[in-house]
């Protein structure tokens, strides 16, 4: 907006300077032409519009170097004001770049805690198991032992019944060892 402005106000002065130069030299031509008591005082005047235009063109090369400078600073903050929209456009993009990353490690570590309390269920179920099993062995050693002593028990008690069966006046003897324990 400065900047057209700026342009503007340099188009008007320029039209100014055009008609104030154009109007110096009708007055050189009309001066120079006709020589008289008047020309005294219009070569005063000549000289007076010549300081003015001289002064006008100076103004006119700083009114241009202003408007160069002017272009240069709104080309600088359009460049600028573009560089920052580049850097939030991708600053967003890496944003939603993150959250996706955040989303997936998020849905992992979700994923990776569920295994944790299945893998927990089963090791607990195993160990369970594990220990009913021992238990199991237990009580099958301890009944593999309570019959191991009750059928020494009854051995030792068929030995003696035996015994004494044969020293009360029996016959043969029976073999033990052909006697089998009842399965």
Same mark, same amino acid.
């Given at each position: 907006?400065?900047?057209?402005? &700026?342009?503007?106000?340099?188009?008007?002065?320029? !039209? $100014?300077? #055009?008609?104030?130069?154009?109007? *110096? &030299? &009708?007055?050189? &031509?009309?001066?120079?032409?006709?020589? #008289?008591?008047?020309?005294?005082?219009?070569?005063?005047?000549?000289?007076?519009?010549?300081?003015?235009?001289?002064?006008? $063109? $100076?103004?006119?090369?700083?009114?241009?170097?202003?408007?160069? @400078?002017?272009?240069?600073?709104?080309? !600088?903050?359009?460049?600028?004001?573009? #560089? #920052?929209?580049?850097?939030?456009?991708?600053? *967003? !993009?890496?944003? @939603?770049?993150?959250?996706?990353? @955040?989303?997936?490690?998020?849905?992992?570590?979700?994923?990776?805690?569920?295994?944790?309390?299945?893998?927990?269920?089963?090791?607990?179920?195993? $160990?369970?198991?594990?220990?009913?099993?021992?238990?199991?062995?237990?009580?099958?050693?301890?009944?593999?032992?309570?019959?191991?002593?009750?059928?020494?028990?009854?051995?030792?008690?068929?030995?003696?019944?035996?015994?004494?069966?044969?020293?009360?006046?029996?016959?043969? @003897?029976?073999?033990?060892?052909?006697?089998?324990?009842?399965?």
């Amino acid at each position: 907006e400065e900047l057209s402005t &700026r342009q503007n106000e340099y188009a008007l002065e320029r !039209q $100014r300077l #055009s008609g104030a130069l154009e109007e *110096s &030299r &009708r007055t050189l &031509r009309n001066s120079l032409g006709v020589p #008289s008591p008047a020309a005294a005082v219009d070569t005063a005047r000549i000289t007076s519009l010549e300081t003015q235009l001289a002064d006008e $063109r $100076r103004r006119s090369v700083e009114q241009a170097v202003a408007l160069q @400078r002017a272009e240069r600073r709104a080309a !600088q903050f359009e460049d600028a004001q573009k #560089s #920052s929209e580049d850097q939030r456009i991708e600053a *967003s !993009q890496r944003a @939603r770049e993150a959250e996706r990353q @955040r989303l997936v490690i998020s849905e992992d570590l979700r994923k990776a805690q569920a295994q944790i309390v299945t893998l927990t269920a089963q090791a607990m179920e195993a $160990r369970e198991r594990a220990s009913m099993g021992a238990a199991e062995m237990g009580t099958i050693r301890f009944q593999a032992k309570y019959d191991c002593a009750r059928l020494k028990g009854s051995l030792d008690e068929l030995r003696y019944m035996l015994r004494s069966q044969s020293s009360s006046g029996g016959g043969p @003897r029976p073999s033990l060892g052909a006697m089998r324990p009842p399965a």
